[in-house]
Every structure is written in structure tokens, then in C-alpha cells.
């Protein structure tokens, strides 16, 4: 199968050179472009623990200056792949179960009423922490230090492969992603083509917004890179 790969660089590689190990041609085109926001400033104060819900958070604060001074607390992960990109040293590392609610819901467990965390994130966030853990009485607290700039528009092999009926399924892994893909595809005049991909889905989340502009999704059986590949094999 000949499948585009549109989330962010260097994960975009990463996840096409699975493909071809598969048996499958990868076509990469990704949909946003990562850069660390390098004037952004700590939150004063002590926290108990620093959560990381996104991998490109954890890749960014590996950066920062203040990442010595935060390993001494306990470091909460939205998921593996987050915890393997998160930087070393922290006091201890617990993992959610790949997603927000999962993360949440472990956060109330483990973490106790007034507490204070660092949510670690960049601009744009899947999950409000600090709306989710209000009423357990946990106090959230963001730390921005990156943003995920959206694509232009298609790459031209994208656009003509498209236009050919040259690919035959695409891999979504976050809600915006989803969404500036099916943007540029519609800005294109290439809607028709759009909708007859199999589009495979991290999530209902991510789902949305190709479902909004009739093309068909496909949900994984859980929020990870194996589960969605394994939806090219069914």
C-alpha cells in the first residue's frame, strides 16, 4: 500500500521507515512544523511533579535550562513513547495509558489534593489538565515552550499523487494534523480524491475533523503507533 505520513518531523521518518519494513511504499508529507519557543519562562514557585503530554514537549524540554532544577520531582507521562522522549533523572517516571483522560484520571489517583503541577506543552494541547484536575483540587500550571506551526499546503508529489489515486490509506495521529491535511486537500479542488482514502485514526478525536468533511475514518483499538498501523493489516 502507498500510505501518507503527514505528523511532524523527525516522527514522520520514523513511522515511514516501519511502513517500508512492512511492505509499504510511505509518502511524507508533514502537515506541521515543530519550533521551540525559546523566550518562554518557568512559572515561579515549587511544583510536585512535571507531566509531559506530548512527545515533542518531552523533546523540548531536554533543551530548556530549567530541566535541572525540575528532575528532582516526579515526572507523569500521557504515554510511552512520551516517557522514552522525556529527559533522564527525574526523581520517578509514571506512565498514563496513552491518552488525556487516561492521564488524567491517573493523575487524581496519584498525585495528592493540593498539589501543584507543571504541565509541560506546547501551544496547542489536546487535554486541559487544569479544568480536569480542578475538582480533585490539584492546581495546573503551563509551561509553553513550543508551538506547532501548520503547513503551507501540500507538497506537489502529495498533491499529484493524490490527484492520481495514488495513495491508498493515510495515517492521522493528532486532531490538527487531521485538519490541516483535509484543509489543504479541499483548497485544492481534490475533496473527491480525499474521501476515497482510507484515513486511520489515533483516536475519535482525531477522527473529527476528516468525518466533518465526509471522508471515512477508521479508529485504532488503542491511542498508539501499533494499534494504527496494525489497522493496514485488517
Known sequence: MRVLVTRPQPDADTTARRLEAAGHEAIVDPMLIVAPLDDARLPPGAFYGVVLTSVNGARALAARPELDALRATPLYTVGRRTAAAAPSGFARVTVADGDGAALARLLRHEVPAGSRLLHVAGEDRAV??????????????????????????????????????QIDAALHFSPRTA????????????????????????????????????????????????????LLET
Open 128 to 165: 486541559d489538565l487544569a479544568a480536569e484536575l480542578a475538582g480533585a483540587g490539584i492546581t495546573v500550571e503551563l509551561f509553553t515552550i513550543y508551538r506547532a506551526v501548520p503547513a503551507t499546503g501540500l507538497m506537489e508529489a502529495t498533491r499529484a499523487a493524490l490527484a492520481g489515486g
Open 179 to 230: 485538519a490541516t491535511l483535509a484543509g489543504h486537500a479541499l483548497r485544492a479542488g481534490l475533496q473527491p480524491e480525499f474521501a476515497r482514502i482510507c484515513h486511520l485514526c489515533f483516536s475519535s478525536k482525531v477522527a473529527a475533523p476528516l468525518r466533518a468533511v465526509g471522508a471515512p475514518a477508521v479508529v485504532a483499538d488503542a491511542p498508539n503507533e501499533d494499534a494504527l498501523l496494525a
